[in-house]
Every structure is written in C-alpha cells, then in structure tokens.
C-alpha cells in the first residue's frame, strides 16, 4: 500500500519518465530512481509512527498552487489544490488590496489580534478581538486603549522643514487644522503641562526656566491697591501683599479731597519686606489715601 501511494504521489509531483524503479527498504525509505544514477527518497519516521493515508486530488492543480490537507476522515488526508496565500519576504504582488472577496490582506481573518514582533519580543498590535477596543492599535502595550497607543516617546523627525502635531477641525465645518511645532533650538526643551485645570476662564499659560508649566491670571505680575497712611505723616511704608521682584517697578499717587494737590515721589522699593516707600510733598490728613501699582519684570 505504502508503496503505491508513494509512486502516485511521485506522478502527481514530477513531471519525469515512466521508465522507473521503486524500491522498498526495510529502513521505511522507499527510494525512486530513473536511467539516472541519483535517487529521490520518500521515507517515514524512525520511531512513533501512526499508520495514515494520503488521498490525493482528483484532478491537475493549476501553476503555483499547493497541495493543502483539505479535510481528515479517520486515519485518511484528503488532500487539495489550494493557492499559494502567503507573502513572500521579498515582497508580493497584490492585485486588490483589501478584505473583501478577492482582495488581499495581511491580517486575521477570525476575531484575534494581530501581534507583529521582533527578536522574540512584541512590539505592534492591532486589535480583534470583539469589543470597544476593536481595531485600536497598541505600540509598547499589548492593551491600547484609544485608536493609536504608545508607550513611549513618539519622535516626529523632518527632512529640513519642522514636522507638525495636527488637529482637524470637525468634519461638518471644514478641513482646517491647528498645529504646533517646534522652532530652531539650541537645545532641547521639554515643557511639563499643569497638575489641574484653570480655576477661572481667561487664565494663560506660564512657564518656568525648566519648561514646568502653570495657569495664571494675565495681569499676575501686575499688582494694585489702596494704603490708608498714618495722618500727619510724610513717609509712607506700603505693605505689598506678593512677592516684589528684583527689577520690579512701583506707581502710586495720592487720592485727596478736591482742591488740594499732593505731591508724591517714591523712594525705595524693598524686594526682600515687600515694601514701596513713599514720601508726600504734605502731611496727609485721615481721609487721604495713597492708590499703588507695582509691576514685576
């Protein structure tokens, strides 16, 4: 039996001679020879055999297909011609890209993800598995969960001109976008976005020499108020109520009744107290008041 199904294996496989010789061996290698010297072998395991049958087509394949176990009866292998559908490492020729019928693809074709690798290790995968998470895809986590996951830096490089991060507007109003890129550097910058979210509308972003970012007000290095004065004195102290920096500059005038001029000048501002010094060209009376502005570098 072992024999037949080898010389008809051998004809369906090879185009060669019928002028052959087949010849059994006690080793479970039945070797095939033609007017050439050279054998071809067919020979089955050493040790563990199963005893099975191979049924081959009914018919002549086409050019390039295989031969595939169509389906499996007992101890029986029914054997088809089937295309070749792999893809080659040097690259295919694909006729229609896609999934539906005809077309190709690389991918599954059963609710499992698709897991690409290298040096053994997991690096990209595409969701299949059926659920909210369908379809996303995970760079560095085999649990993305957006459309695009990475974890990781993302670098976007460029060929001379900056590259951009882009954001398109909703599709009912338009094709434009907002984007950011960077400028020339001499350095590299990171910039570290807030812990919250801003506690009024109108605030701006700010930043530190580190890059550590934080909303404030727009006027937050500008600061005013009104100081009540001792009656009858001509130097004023005034108590700034936020940190006073170096370099800082101070505004104040005097807020009297009508028909007296005050005059007034300032003559110190205290970086380290806090403090602007004023002095009034009068003693101020009770109902005098002294309006101040200082305005951080």
Same mark, same amino acid.
């Given at each position: #039996? ?5 010389? $008809? &294996?051998?004809?369906? #496989?090879?185009? +060669? ?5 087949? !010849? /059994? !061996? ?39 297909? #295989? ?5 499996? %009866? ?7 011609? /089937?295309?070749?559908? $792999? ?6 020729? +694909? ?8 077309? !190709? ?14 040096? @053994?290790?997991?690096?990209?995968? +595409? ?10 895809? @995970? ?14 830096? &993302? ?18 109003? @338009?094709?434009?976008?907002?984007? $950011? ?35 404030? %007000? ?46 007034? %000048? ?24 002294? &309006? ?6």
């Amino acid at each position: #039996m072992w024999y037949r199904l080898s010389v $008809f &294996i051998a004809l369906a #496989m090879m185009s +060669v001679p019928f002028a052959m010789l087949g !010849q /059994s !061996q006690t080793t479970g290698t039945l070797n095939l020879r033609n007017a050439q010297p050279a054998t071809v072998s067919l020979s089955i395991p050493t040790a563990s055999v199963t005893g099975y049958s191979i049924l081959l087509p009914a018919t002549v394949g086409q050019a390039g297909q #295989m031969l595939s176990i169509g389906s499996i %009866s007992g101890s029986t292998a029914s054997l088809q011609w /089937s295309d070749a559908a $792999f893809w080659d490492l040097d690259g295919n020729a +694909v006729v229609a890209g896609g999934t539906g019928v005809g077309q !190709q693809y690389l991918g599954s074709a059963n609710a499992q993800d698709l897991v690409l690798g290298s040096n @053994g290790s997991e690096r990209v995968r +595409v969701v299949g598995v059926t659920g909210p998470s369908e379809g996303f895809v @995970g760079i560095g986590t085999a649990n993305p969960a957006a459309t695009l996951d990475v974890r990781g830096n &993302i670098l976007l490089s460029n060929g001379g001109v900056p590259s951009e991060v882009r954001f398109r507007e909703p599709s009912a109003d @338009g094709t434009n976008y907002s984007a $950011f890129k960077a400028g020339t550097q001499a350095a590299d910058v990171t910039y570290t976005l807030p812990t919250e979210a801003p506690t009024a509308n109108g605030m701006v972003l700010t930043a530190t020499t580190g890059g550590a970012m934080s909303w404030t %007000s727009p006027l937050e290095r500008i600061q005013s108020g009104t100081y009540t004065p001792a009656p009858a004195a001509y130097q004023h102290v005034i108590p700034i109520p936020f940190d006073v920096l170096t370099g800082a500059q101070a505004l104040a005038t005097v807020m009297n009744a009508p028909g007296t001029t005050i005059g007034l %000048s300032i003559t110190n501002i205290d970086d380290v107290a806090n403090t602007v010094t004023v002095e009034t060209s009068v003693q101020v009376s009770a109902g005098d008041r002294i &309006i101040w502005m200082v305005i951080n570098p």
